[in-house]
């Protein structure tokens, strides 16, 4: 009978002759050999069995490390960060593994049914993009929320309303914060305009005093107001308005007489950078659970054209893509993007009032290194104003950006001029763009401190009406394009997976049900800016001021682009709609040795066509600042899983790569053709993205299209 006791027992009992014989049989499997129970041990014999016990832990210890690392770890929660998990719950018809159908008899691709299993977000012969999960651990262990906290205790000391009976606004003294301020005898305030200079400097007025309040003159856009005592100035803020204009009430009046009583529905735009799908539901998950929860139209497949935020924004304002963009509106020269045919352009020309505030002014999406507009682009403008308040108000800094500006973060200036001019315009017809960079624009956790805010900002856009006659649409430009999350799985899909979401007032969906059923189908299809320039232009012909959506030009750069009110085709892909293989999000890849001779071919390549794009940027005027890069090493290698195949008989490969001097991370997707020359056989598609910080070594360079590719030779400090 074979021994059960453990192969290090030391039991002395002389009269168990068969455990000396398990013993023995043990030996030819373990290569163990047990001395008789009448021979005592020696130190010898319990050193040998020490030996070849370590020998076997060790062999033990090497499987569970293989296993680990190739099975991966368990998913667990981190339960030291436990509270950063909200479970949203996606209210769709379109989730999970079941067969969808939307009948449409215009467009007979529409009415296949469509099987769409678990885990994706699009699923096609064409494209198949995966549905992340947005708790994934190597994401989640760089991520706390962060709590919202008030910028000042204390209430404003000022207030501004606009009177319906004057048609002006009305600056007054807040009763209910007077009494805060611990204000004895001597106490004077007065207020001063701002003026538009120019893009990068504005005016001030003489500063009026009042007593308890005051007119303000319907040529002002904006004030900043300050308050003092005999002790000094105890209070100094600022106040954005929406005045009364007689331009503007003219153009309304004379389009509003030609609808002859036709309802006609306005666009409210809110736009938050770098925010990707996930992200939203990860950050702000009371925010989206209130989307999915109040029927908004979610477009999941929505793809980034390009890299950062100026070219999607010039795709879905203007219909370019950035070389095109650069060519027929040069941001570089004075009056060079007043050339462009901005939608709010055509809303203006076709009589709606026109609106575009962004905060973060230096970091503007057509100022930063760029000249911005010579004119206003809209009717109401914000910069100036943000210009004059982080000069002059109260200023802290959250991760490079400022944060607080006065009693109110920067974005909060922004939404609640958004809200005041839709509630101005809430019984005419307005177009208003609204762009936030500042609780976004560096962190993936920052914005979760903006959650409660807005949630609660949607719920006053319906309390106050705006959602009854406006198609408003909640979206960003991509997801966060930098930071230790980016060189993730995740971060890689995330930063070209921004969120979409689209708003259809009820009188809408009651006259055109068909859009609901093609939003609705559209939610899981490839969708891009082109589409949004495209349905931007759609909506501007239910207004019936205008012609066909065919008399207005298409999306310039993507002919095959459409309105997303009009159902989107399963078999698109990502060449259809002019997304370079360097943003699709349509591939999986498998991963390939880094150090194989064709992925170094490759990252040499890509080294040189870097270097070539500085030497030949701007006719070569630039390419004495920076020096030459070298590769340094690639980080990790893969290669795309394209299911028809290239009649170029391309292959795709994806790179991670740091080069020298700089050390600088980039990324970047090449078509490799084998049977080319060495010189030719490889194109770098999109553009090289930086994943790591560029601050200080490119200082000399003041052109963002090559700034992350430029080492400067003499660096500033």
């Known amino acids: 009978m074979s021994d059960k006791r453990p192969l290090l027992d030391t039991s002395d009992n002389e009269n168990e002759g068969d455990g000396f014989m398990g013993a023995r049989d043990s030996s030819m499997t373990t290569g163990i050999t047990y001395k008789s129970a009448t021979v005592a041990p020696t130190f010898l014999w319990y050193g040998r069995q020490i030996l070849v016990r370590r020998k076997l832990f060790v062999g033990l210890l090497v499987v569970f490390i293989f296993s680990y690392f190739l099975i991966g770890p368990a998913d667990v929660l981190d339960l030291d960060n436990v509270d950063s998990i909200v479970q949203v719950h996606h209210h769709s018809g379109v989730l999970n593994n079941e067969v969808v159908s939307y009948p449409n008899p215009i467009n007979p691709e529409a009415n296949q049914k469509i099987l769409l299993p678990k885990g994706y977000l699009v699923y096609s012969n064409q494209c198949r993009i995966v549905d992340l999960d947005p708790y994934k651990r190597d994401v989640m262990r760089h991520f706390k929320r962060v709590s919202y906290k008030p910028c000042k205790q204390r209430l404003p000391l000022t207030q501004m309303r606009f009177d319906d009976h004057s048609r002006r606004y009305v600056l007054s003294i807040n009763k209910t ?100 799908r996930v992200n939203l539901i990860r950050a702000m998950p009371k925010t989206a659970q209130y989307l999915y929860d109040n029927d908004w139209f979610e477009l999941a497949g929505y793809n980034k054209i390009d890299d950062n935020t100026f070219p999607n924004i010039m795709a879905l304002m203007v219909g370019y893509n950035l070389s095109n963009a650069l ?15 901005f939608v709010w352009k055509l809303y203006e020309k076709h009589g709606y009032a026109t609106s575009y505030g962004e905060d973060a002014v230096k970091i503007n999406t057509f100022n930063y290194l760029k000249k911005g507009f010579k004119q206003p682009p809209v009717d109401y403008y914000l910069r100036p104003y943000l210009s004059a308040a982080e000069k002059l108000l109260d200023v802290n800094v959250v991760l490079g950006l400022p944060h607080c500006l006065g009693f109110e973060t ?3 200036h922004v939404y609640n001029y958004a809200l005041e001019f839709a509630r101005r315009y809430r019984n005419d017809s307005f177009f208003g763009f609204f ?21 609660g900002y949607l719920q006053r856009l319906v309390a106050q009406g705006t959602m009854e006659h406006s198609i408003v649409v909640f979206f960003s430009d991509h997801g966060l394009r930098f930071g230790p999350t980016r060189s993730t799985w ?40 082109y589409d949004l320039h495209m349905t931007l232009k759609h909506i501007l012909t239910l207004s019936g001021r205008t012609g066909s959506l065919e008399t207005l030009d298409g999306a310039k750069d993507c002919p095959q682009c459409q309105s997303l009110l009009l159902p989107v085709p399963l078999s698109r892909s990502c060449e259809d709609v002019a997304i370079e293989d360097h943003w699709c999000t349509c591939w999986s890849y498998n991963a390939v040795k880094k150090n194989s001779k ?45 299911s028809q195949v290239d009649p170029s008989q391309a292959q795709i490969y994806w ?15 090449v078509r490799y053709i084998k ?43």
């Not at 890689?492 to 979409?500: G, I, S, T, W």
């Not at 490759?602 to 020096?627: I, K, M, P, W």
Request: charged share 20%.
């Open 435 to 455: 762009w936030t960079n500042t609780h976004s624009h560096g962190d993936i956790s920052q914005t979760s401190s903006m959650d409660d805010y807005l949630r």
């Open 327 to 341: 060519k027929h509106c040069n941001p570089y020269i004075s009056g060079g993007l007043d050339k462009c045919d």
């Open 655 to 669: 790179l991670t790569f740091s080069t020298a001097p700089n050390q600088a991370l980039y990324e970047a997707t």
């Open 490 to 529: 995740s971060g890689h899909l995330e930063e070209r997976l921004p969120f979409l979401f689209i708003w259809l007032p009820p009188f809408v969906r009651a006259e055109h049900p068909e859009f609901v059923d093609a939003l609705r189908q559209n939610r899981n299809r490839l969708t891009t800016p």
């Open 410 to 412: 920067e974005s909060e």
């Open 598 to 642: 064709t992925v170094r071919h490759l990252g040499e390549r890509v080294v040189h066509y870097l270097n070539d794009y500085v030497t030949s940027f701007r006719n070569g005027s630039l390419a004495h600042l920076c020096q030459p890069l070298t590769l340094q090493g690639i980080s990790a290698a893969y290669k795309a899983k394209i």
């Open 177 to 276: 914060a007077f009494q805060s301020y611990h204000v004895e005898n001597v106490f004077s305030c007065c207020y001063m305009g701002v003026e538009r200079v120019s893009e990068s400097n504005v005016s001030y007025t003489n500063c009026q005093h009042f007593k308890s309040k005051a007119q303000i003159s319907n040529t002002t856009d904006s004030v900043i107001v300050k308050c003092s005592t005999d002790k000094g100035q105890i209070y100094i803020n600022g106040h954005a308005t929406i005045p009364e204009r007689v331009d503007i009430q003219q153009r309304l009046k004379q389009w509003k007489r030609r609808d002859q009583g036709k309802r006609v529905p306005s666009v409210l735009m809110i736009g938050i950078d770098s925010i990707s």
């Open 675 to 717: 049977n080319m020359t060495s010189e030719d056989n490889v194109q770098v598609t999109g553009s090289v993205s930086r994943l790591n910080s560029y601050s200080g070594e490119a200082d000399c360079m003041n052109d963002f299209a090559i700034k992350k590719y430029c080492y400067c030779r003499h660096k500033s400090g």
